[in-house]
């Protein structure tokens, strides 16, 4: 555990305290947008680091953010319909996302065979696998029929 360049194994021999960094959300807020200014990504929605939801949310965000800018007649309707479209989805992404998000795969794994296994699918059919993953994807409006439904952002371009 030690390495030329860090005494990994003394650190934490010699370390007198240990402070855990709780991976930690908050309950979702009842709204993002006052006058002209709004929350997105983490300041709007904080949630624990399951999934890489967070940082691919705040980009989700800032699409939709654009988009609702761009084709609204000010800036007060634009934030109120990014609010509109993304609180109740991100709302429900970070309440789930304590079920421990896509992750649950392994706490089922780990329930089903605490000795281990060589073959997910020994513990988890390939059908189930596909479920939890199609219904983290729906939740997050990353399944095929979300995405293709979507608005091309295309608005003003010349």
Do not use: C
């Not at 293709?148 to 371009?157: A, E, L």
């Amino acid at each position: 555990w030690n390495f030329g360049w860090i005494p990994l194994a003394n650190l934490i021999a010699e370390t007198e305290e240990i402070f855990e960094y709780p991976k930690d959300d908050r309950d979702p807020l009842p709204r993002w947008s006052f006058g002209r200014v709004t929350l997105l990504g983490d300041a709007a929605h904080p949630m624990r680091p399951i999934g890489s939801q967070a940082g691919s949310q705040a980009v989700v965000d800032a699409r939709v953010l654009a988009l609702a800018l761009a084709t609204s007649s000010s800036v007060e309707d634009g934030l109120k319909s990014y609010e509109r479209e993304r609180l109740p989805v991100m709302n429900k992404i970070v309440l789930r996302n304590r079920e421990f998000g896509p992750s649950i795969i392994m706490e089922i794994a780990e329930e089903r065979a605490p000795n281990g296994f060589s073959n997910i699918e020994e513990v988890i059919s390939r059908t189930e696998l596909e479920e939890i993953s199609h219904s983290f994807k729906v939740a997050a409006g990353f399944d095929p029929a979300s995405l293709n439904t979507r608005v091309s952002f295309t608005v003003g371009k010349a």
